[in-house]
């Protein structure tokens, strides 16, 4: 049969509309349509939706190009070549016409039969996705809405399905499967299920405003923009689109933050990309669809998301394509990683070596010191509310100046049952928390949400790091910030991978719903926290119901950091342009707080000390030690301007020691070990020449510190620890000489007072055990030299000696090896025995001793203690400029005569025994050289020279002498050792 299209002379206007009667029978004239048999079909047919019938009216008219039939042959032809054919087969010649008309004709029958083509074209596509629609409703004929709409929060997302019958007709789109008004709806014919077929890689691009209902004072969170740019994915992508049988579930993905987080109204470009793994047909047991994704503000990119794969879930909760276990994760998988982001430990492994072995050294010391190990729901509302010192403490009282810190309302914490600063693998925090809900859009048009566990899971993770962070005190350095994410910072050296966190579901959370999220358990277990360059923290985080894990996120990292344009540091000239927001111990205003401190160790010096020392970075210049070696937290006031250098200008500074310090686990006894006597002393005096400008006297060089002698004194014996001590600091004078520049200092340590009530104005960590505090008499008193050196003048050291080789006694003397003993120390320390050192406080393995021997014939003792680039104290001591710290050596020296009492039998009748410093005896020292990474060794010898027995006390005293290979370098006067019983009274 063919079909027939007449035009007259008059018609030859066309407007290219579809109910143009020659364009719609031209149209099913295709190779893919059969007629009807009873005519062609008319336009009024079309405007109505019944395609199936009716005629031209006015019945048979002659043909416009000579009675031409038109047909799928002839089609064709007429459009590559624009001229019509003469009279076809069953058709009579036409009256000759003008060539202008002809022209004009042909012309009108190349656009019919061109855009004829096209609309066979759009149609034949909407034939094959209403077919398929119709093959994946459910009963009742509900199809989804149309994939261009699909999207949480926006059109199509959460609103009603188009109601369309489960059929398709061949029609126009727009117009398929409905019926002409008063028409009831024709049957629907059978038709097999059809495979949408979709490009292997489809594309994202949108542009977007950010949004976050809960928002704090205007601060998205990460969720919340991980949450929006997939809803962009959803939105745009056909491999995500919803099918029968089952759904997509984002299973695991690779995130990267790379900048701040947004506000509320800020334009994002979401750039995604979307691979299904079978592209020509749908297998759920292969079935994957792979993402990548990149959110950008202007030209910076804020958030990736690399190696994001949904796989499917049928509906019966069957896992197809190898999703993760339920229990015993075991990381992620390699592929799909970003580069370099390798698979983690479970949650609870040891962390490290040093961690397996109780190492407390590189323990983080927290800004806040609380006494809350719960929290219960009204607590949490209360963090909602900004309420950190009401739930934390007094301590936590920052006057106002952070309204932004605080937990998002309507998060999915109900509780938190545990709260240890010190806990987890690491020894660095954790958190356990109930979970009431997992908060989240579970469905969109019957279907659910492929993203939602994920991002319920990251929701739950920020608020646990969010109420962490806050316990730590990581915002009471800061004044006017918001909790966001960390970055990464190439100038500094930070741990791998820092911005980059993992999400893994596991199967059994797959069809997590509603009814299946109560008793899920959530355990944050923080791996890195620091505050350089802003207060940060990063954890692994498990989610678990009673059948094992259901989600897991590593390397999830949030920061504390200041809204623009807010200070962290002095300006010009160390002036505080305005409160940095740290408090001290008796609630008045620091001018430094920790952050600045941490700068000064290891960070940005112009935030430490001011803009005047901006060129420091990168270079190796005098800085605070690190780690648990930094014994200063706060500079509460300076006495003197900048430049001011002769002498008188002083500066109060504090120090906070937890009861759970290292040096106190470590060392021999519970007690405060000498070395933090001096070095706490010692740091806040450099500290203030280094803050009067000592080296901007000539800031073309750069400049290490060395202390040089000493000499100091316990006044009296004091129970430090949870105290919090005040060093006072007075300059006596500066002698600037080429390549050096001298500084000679006097100082004093005091005790905060004690009131008891863990508030303000307290110095311990909330207990309220009795203290010599004695307000306003310092109980460690001392002067000493410092020296600010080039490293050329550094280069030309002599040592004690004047550059002269001086052998130690031992190797002058030789005596025989009958006289001579040995301490195994480190076999002690292996069985764990009582009064001596470990961890990073195990400084000796053995020691020689010769009874009767040493300068003054009352015992001389002799070690070498191996060194290494490895050891602790070089990486914190100093940045950039590695030495052993000369108060180590003098610990050295201190804990062999430690052991040597030990030996000797001078504890044993002691009920209780423990080390303490010896009171009113003055130690000095003297320092020519220092022990570096390359030296392999250091070697000391002590000679004693008294031993004296009072009650339940013991006290040895000696000099002593510290070599390193070659060279004597530390001469000490009148160092002791003192082992005190319980009860025993002063000397």
């Known amino acids: ?86 009279a076809a087969v069953g058709t009579a010649a036409a009256p000759a016409v003008d060539d202008a008309t002809a022209t004009l004709r042909r012309l009108r029958a190349s656009v019919v039969a061109a855009h004829a083509s096209a609309m066979r074209t759009q149609a034949a596509l909407a034939d094959r996705a209403l077919a398929a629609m119709a093959a994946i409703a459910p009963p009742g004929g509900r199809i989804p809405a149309a994939v261009g709409d699909r999207g949480r929060g ?15 007709d061949t029609g126009l789109p727009g117009h398929a499967g409905a019926s002409a008004p008063g028409t009831p709806p024709r049957p629907a014919p059978a038709i097999a299920p059809v495979e949408i077929t979709a490009p292997a890689e489809l594309t994202v691009d949108v542009t977007v405003v950010a949004r976050d209902a809960a928002a704090i004072d205007g601060w998205v969170s990460l969720p919340a923009v991980v949450r929006q740019a997939l809803d962009e994915v959803l939105r745009g992508s056909a491999h995500l689109a919803p099918r ?326 002095p300006a010009h000239g160390g002036v505080l342009p305005a409160f940095l927001g740290r408090v001290g111990a008796t609630g008045e205003s620091a001018l430094l707080g920790e952050l600045q401190m941490f700068h000064a160790a290891r960070g940005d010096l112009a935030i430490a000390l001011g803009p005047e020392f901006a060129s420091a970075a990168g270079r190796t210049v005098c800085r ?13 006031r300076v006495d003197g301007a900048r430049g001011q250098l002769s002498g008188g200008a002083s500066m109060i500074t504090e120090y906070d020691s937890p009861a759970d310090s290292w040096y106190y686990t470590d060392s021999p006894s519970p007690t405060m070990p000498n070395i933090v006597h001096m070095e706490t002393s010692l740091q806040s005096a450099l500290l203030l020449g280094y803050y009067l400008g000592a080296t901007l006297t000539d800031p ?29 600091s007075t300059l006596l004078s500066t002698t600037v000489l080429s390549g050096a520049i001298l500084q000679n200092f006097q100082y004093e340590l005091f005790l905060v007072p004690v009131d008891g009530s863990g508030s303000h104005g307290s ?59 040995t301490i195994d120390v480190a076999a002690r320390r292996a069985a764990n025995a009582p009064l001596c050192a470990q961890g990073a406080m195990a400084l000796l393995d053995q020691i020689t001793v010769v009874d009767g021997g040493g300068d003054f014939g009352r015992g001389y003792l002799h070690a070498v203690r191996p060194t290494s680039p490895d050891d602790w104290f070089f990486a914190r001591h100093f940045w950039l400029d590695p030495v052993m710290p000369g108060s180590l050596g003098v610990e050295a020296v201190i804990q062999a005569l430690q052991e040597w009492m030990v030996q000797e039998g001078l504890t044993d009748d002691l009920v209780e025994p423990v080390f303490v410093v010896p009171a009113g005896l003055p130690m000095s020292w003297r320092y020519r050289g220092q022990i570096r990474p390359d030296d392999g060794e250091m070697t000391l010898e002590v000679h004693i020279k008294d031993v004296r027995r009072d009650g339940a006390r013991a006290r040895v005293v000696a000099d002593a002498s510290v070599w390193k290979p070659g060279m004597r370098i530390y001469g000490l006067t009148d160092i002791a050792a003192e082992a005190r019983g319980r009860g025993a009274q002063s000397w």
């Open 624 to 636: 605070l030690p690190g780690g648990g070696l930094r014994l200063v937290d706060r500079v509460m």
């Open 154 to 168: 926006g059109p199509g997302w959460g609103t009603p399905a188009v109601d369309r019958p489960a059929c398709h």
């Open 1 to 86: 049969m063919t079909i027939t299209v007449e035009a007259t002379q008059d018609g030859l206007g066309f407007d290219g509309e579809p109910t143009d009667a020659a364009v719609w029978a031209a149209m099913q004239a295709g190779p893919e349509f059969e007629a009807r048999p009873g005519g062609t079909h008319r336009p009024d047919d079309v405007e109505g939706g019944d395609v199936e019938g009716g005629d031209v009216e006015g019945g048979e008219e002659d043909n416009a190009d000579g009675g031409r039939e038109i047909t799928a042959a002839t089609r064709g032809a007429d459009v590559l070549s624009g001229v019509g054919h003469t």
């Open 244 to 569: 029968g049988g089952g759904h997509w579930v984002l299973t695991r993905a690779a995130l990267v933050t790379s900048g701040p987080l947004p506000r509320v109204g800020d334009e994002l470009r979401v750039q995604a990309t979307t691979r299904i793994g079978a592209p020509g047909g749908f297998d759920p047991a292969t079935a994957e669809v792979t993402l990548a994704l990149r959110v950008t503000r202007g030209p910076d990119v804020l958030l990736e998301v690399l190696g994001g794969v949904f796989r499917w879930l049928a509906r019966d909760g069957a896992s197809h394509g190898g999703l993760a276990g339920a229990a015993g994760f075991a990381g992620i998988e390699a592929p799909g990683n970003p580069p370099g982001f390798a698979a983690l430990e479970p949650v609870g492994a040891a962390s490290g070596s040093r961690g397996a072995r109780g190492w407390t050294e590189d323990a983080f010391k927290l800004p806040g010191r609380t006494t809350r190990t719960t929290l219960d729901a009204g607590d949490l509302d209360r963090l909602t509310r900004g309420d950190v010192a009401g739930v934390f403490g007094a301590r936590y009282d920052q006057r106002g100046v952070n309204p932004s810190v605080r937990l998002a309302p309507g998060g999915p914490l109900a509780a938190v049952p545990e709260l240890a600063p010190r806990g987890g693998a690491a020894g660095r925090g954790q958190l356990r928390a109930s979970v009431s809900r997992l908060t989240g859009r579970v469905e969109h048009d019957g279907q659910p949400d492929p993203t939602h566990l994920a991002i319920a899971a990251l929701t739950a993770s920020w608020q646990a790091v969010s109420v962490f962070a806050m316990a730590a005190g990581l915002h009471l350095v800061i004044a006017d910030a918001h909790l966001d994410v960390a970055l990464p910072d190439e100038r500094l050296e930070l741990p791998d991978g820092l911005g980059r966190l993992s999400i893994e579901i596991h199967a059994s959370g797959h069809g997590a719903g509603p009814a299946a999220e109560a008793g899920l358990e959530l355990v944050l277990t923080v791996t890195d926290i620091d505050l350089v360059p802003r207060p940060w923290l990063r954890g692994d985080i498990e989610l678990r119901d009673a059948h094992g894990p259901v989600a897991t996120i590593r390397g999830i990292a949030l920061a504390v950091r200041e809204r623009p344009g807010t200070p962290v540091g």
């Open 763 to 821: 110095g311990r960590d909330g207990d309220d055990r009795d203290g010599d505090d004695r307000d306003g008499e310092p109980f460690y008193v001392g002067e000493s030299l410092f020296g600010f050196f080039t490293q050329r003048t550094l280069a030309n050291q002599n040592g004690l000696d004047q550059g002269a080789f001086v052998p130690t006694w031992l190797e002058r003397t030789n005596p025989a090896q009958a006289d001579r003993r």
């Open 700 to 728: 073309a060089n750069d400049y290490v510190l060395r202390n040089l002698d000493g000499t100091a004194t316990v006044r009296r014996e004091v129970d430090l620890a949870g105290r919090t001590i005040r060093q006072r």
